[in-house]
């Protein structure tokens, strides 16, 4: 079936993960597979109809039930993905800084050939280490890969360019913030609400109740990368330094603060990378969130989002994906939730 099925009942996901060694399990809710590189693990967000953040703007509050990337995408991900869609890469998926770890901090995913056969490859020590220098543009056309079942071919309507997302060519500031969800998307870019809701929402009911930090906590990280990790840990700059591991990689692997998940079981939604959503901030800009290993520790916090150009590269930033449910999903359960109206009326 091209959909997920959506559970009825809502689950509730446990924040105590089975600790290996340095890294968390790596299994998920759900899961979308891939040929060549890690597997990437979906969690369930349950909780639908929460109620915003009472803090800041008031983000948080999703009326469905969703799965949402455990871990952030990986380069090794990525580069299966250029691998299918980027032979002549029309639409700039691939940023040469990315072949460059020292001099521009990239993540060391090298082209080689030329337009019309280009092969992409990373190294095994970096495959599992989020991508940088992608853009909004670029997640989203990863976003109609997977919907459109990871296919191989150029970057047109069957592949890159519709799926989640209508983006027919757009690569521009202006076309990339005109471009929406589309009604029957299933992997996407998470909207901000999804994304809060996922880092910081305690997933203790239907409620508002929130933490200030995607670690589970509301109070600072420590960035100490230890075995055990001792929990609320993050990859960020602490002003003396880059980041919990520095020089060559800066970006940490899936997990490897095993006990720093947010209450939803997600990883690294502080700090590592800055994460995109589908926020539009000021007209001119795509929201992000999450800090990274190169920015300090407010940037974590649930008051404070962030944003860049959709067409912007940029070396601190990457993303995740999440997975909603289709329209009659939803209906289904709309139905259901007006069939407990009734039943409570008529008690």
């Known amino acids: 079936m091209r959909r997920a099925i959506f559970a009825a009942a809502v689950l509730i996901v446990s924040v105590g993960l089975v600790q290996a060694g340095i890294r968390a399990d790596l299994s998920g809710d759900a899961v979308v597979d891939f040929a060549t590189t890690m597997d990437m693990p979906l969690m369930t967000v349950g909780n639908p109809g929460n109620a915003d953040d009472t803090h800041g703007d008031g983000y948080g509050g999703v009326d469905y039930a969703y799965n949402i990337g455990k871990f952030e995408v990986t380069a090794g991900q990525y580069t299966e993905f250029l691998n299918a869609v980027a032979a002549t890469d029309t639409y700039g998926l691939y940023n040469t800084n990315m072949a460059d770890p020292s001099g521009v901090w990239g993540c060391n995913i090298q082209r080689s050939g030329s337009a019309g056969s280009y092969t992409y490859a990373v190294a095994a020590d970096w495959e599992d280490r989020p991508p940088n220098y992608v853009s909004w543009g670029d997640s989203a056309r990863f976003s109609n890969w997977l919907t459109n079942g990871m296919p191989t071919g150029s970057q047109d309507l069957t592949t890159t360019e519709d799926g989640s997302y209508f983006l027919n060519g757009a690569t521009s500031d202006a076309d990339l913030l005109a471009v929406t969800r589309e009604a029957d998307a299933r992997y996407v870019i998470p909207t901000e609400d999804e994304w809060y809701k996922a880092a910081y929402h305690k997933n203790d009911g239907a409620t508002g109740n929130y933490f200030d930090y995607p670690t589970s906590s509301d109070s600072l990280p420590s960035h100490d990368l230890i075995d055990p990790d001792p929990g609320n840990n993050a990859n960020f700059n602490d002003f003396d330094d880059s ?105």
Request: charged fraction near 15%; aromatic fraction near 14%; hydrophobic fraction near 35%.
């Open 243 to 347: 980041g919990s591991i520095g020089s060559p990689y800066y970006r940490t692997e899936p997990g490897e603060f095993e006990n720093s998940a947010s209450p939803y079981g997600t990883f690294d939604m502080g700090g590592n990378v800055f994460e995109w959503n589908e926020a539009i901030l000021y007209g001119s800009y795509r929201g992000f969130r999450g800090g990274s290993f190169d920015i300090y520790a407010p940037y974590l916090l649930a008051l404070l989002p962030d944003y860049g150009s959709p067409a912007a590269e940029s070396l601190n930033v990457g993303f995740r994906v999440s997975e909603v449910p289709e329209p009659a999903a939803l209906g289904l359960l709309g139905l259901g939730s007006l069939a407990l109206l009734k039943r409570r009326a008529h008690a």
